[in-house]
C-alpha cells in the first residue's frame, strides 16, 4: 500500500510562484513515473508534468513549458512542482501520481489533491 500526501497549494495572484510536494510513503519497490495532474473547474483532469524515472526524462503540458520545474525528491520519496509565473487558467485541483511496475504489473497511487487558485 503507497500513500501519497501534497502540499504547499494555495491562493497567488497572476504572476506570483508556488511549489507543490508530494511525499510517498509504503510500498515503494520500483517507481517508474511521478506526475502532476491538473482538474480545472468544469474540466477533465490533465497531465501538467511528469517524470519518466528510469529514462530521467521530464515531460510538460505545452501550456506550462518555461515556466514549471518538476523535479524528484528522493528523500520523500516524492516530487515537487515548482510553478513561476502563475496564470488565472492554472486554477485547479492538483495531484500528484506515482506508478509502479512490479513483477510486470502496472500500479498506480494518486494523492488527495490539493487547490491551487491564481486569482487577482
Known amino acids: 500500500q503507497v500513500h501519497l500526501v501534497e502540499s504547499g497549494g494555495g491562493l497567488v495572484q497572476p504572476g506570483e510562484s508556488l511549489r507543490l510536494s508530494c511525499a510517498a510513503s509504503?510500498?515503494?519497490?520500483?517507481?517508474?513515473?511521478l506526475g502532476w495532474y491538473r482538474q480545472a473547474p468544469g474540466k477533465e483532469r490533465e497531465l501538467v508534468a511528469r517524470?519518466?524515472?528510469?529514462?530521467?526524462?521530464?515531460n510538460y503540458a505545452d501550456s506550462v513549458k518555461g515556466r514549471f520545474t518538476i523535479s524528484r525528491e528522493v528523500v520523500k520519496n516524492g516530487v515537487s512542482l515548482q510553478m513561476n509565473n502563475l496564470k488565472p487558467e492554472g486554477t485547479g485541483v492538483y495531484s500528484c501520481?506515482?506508478?509502479?511496475?512490479?513483477?510486470?504489473?502496472?500500479?498506480?497511487?494518486w494523492g488527495q489533491g490539493i487547490q491551487v487558485t491564481v486569482s487577482s
Open positions: 501520481c506515482l506508478r509502479q511496475v512490479i513483477g510486470g504489473d502496472s500500479y498506480e497511487t
Open positions: 509504503g510500498r515503494l519497490v520500483r517507481i517508474a513515473v
Open positions: 517524470i519518466l524515472v528510469p529514462a530521467r526524462e521530464t
